[in-house]
T-cell receptor, first 116, second 112 residues
Framework: EPEVTQTPSHQVTQMGQEVILRCVPI?????FYWYRQILGQKVEFLVS????????KSEIFDDQFSVERPDGSNFTLKIRSTKLEDSAMYFC??????????????FGPGTRLTVL | LAKTTQPISMDSYEGQEVNITCSHN???????ITWYQQFPSQGPRFIIQ???TKVTNEVASLFIPADRKSSTLSLPRVSLSDTAVYYC?????????????FGAGTRLFVKA
């Protein structure tokens, strides 16, 4: 069964550094998402991406964040200058439109980001 | 996006049927109802999705009454491995993506 993959599984970085989290979505999916989950808290939507552009973003997704689909397979999340509060698990998801006006999203295993 | 309300936690025993109800009083005409399951340190996993009446797949059933203001996820004969957080989500695709808002979810504890 196809699955979403993410690398690295764990990233440790110093405050102020840039990080790039990578995701390989399921190949025939057209909708891509990033979420984060701070330890012990709920899953938070960051951004959705469709047709090579951001379609929705949350208030968390400020100018420090950017997403890119540099080629036909990868989907990346960049955090320009990490803060301590960016420490969280980051999940990538990809989805396809279902028969109705909604989608089914498939999540990757996550990247645990630790900012020191 | 319609707000959802679920119980914070539920306990059950192995072999029992578990029903988790979600309230979504402000559900819109185009909204679908989707349930996800999340184990610790893993990404959410799609369980089931429906628009109205009843949907059943190999792992669960979803019951949606005619007014669609609530829905019930039914897990038949749970096992210890069904201990997880279960999220109810309501929404539609919008113009090009699904702004998926997760609530706090329901923590299900299955005991031996």
């Amino acid at each position: 069964e196809p699955e979403v993959t993410q690398t690295p599984s764990h990233q440790v970085t110093q405050m102020g550094q840039e990080v790039i989290l990578r995701c390989v979505p399921i190949s025939n999916h057209l909708y891509f998402y990033w979420y984060r989950q701070i330890l012990g808290q709920k899953v938070e939507f960051l951004v959705s991406f469709y047709n090579n552009e951001i379609s929705e973003k949350s208030e968390i997704f400020d100018d420090q964040f950017s997403v890119e689909r540099p080629d036909g397979s990868n989907f990346t999340l960049k955090i320009r200058s990490t803060k301590l509060e960016d420490s969280a698990m980051y999940f990538c998801a990809s989805g396809h439109r279902t028969s109705g006006d909604t989608d089914t999203q498939y999540f990757g295993p996550g990247t645990r980001l630790t900012v020191l | 996006l319609a707000k959802t309300t679920q119980p914070i936690s539920m306990d059950s025993y192995e072999g029992q049927e578990v029903n988790i109800t979600c309230s979504h009083n402000n559900i819109a005409t185009n909204d679908y109802i989707t349930w996800y399951q999340q184990f610790p340190s893993q990404g959410p996993r799609f369980i089931i999705q429906g628009y109205k009446t009843k949907v059943t797949n190999e792992v669960a059933s979803l019951f949606i009454p005619a007014d669609r203001k609530s829905s019930t996820l039914s897990l038949p004969r749970v096992s210890l491995s069904d201990t997880a957080v279960y999220y109810c989500l309501v929404g539609d695709m919008g113009t090009g993506g699904f702004k998926t808002i997760f609530g706090a979810g329901t923590r299900l504890f299955v005991k031996a």
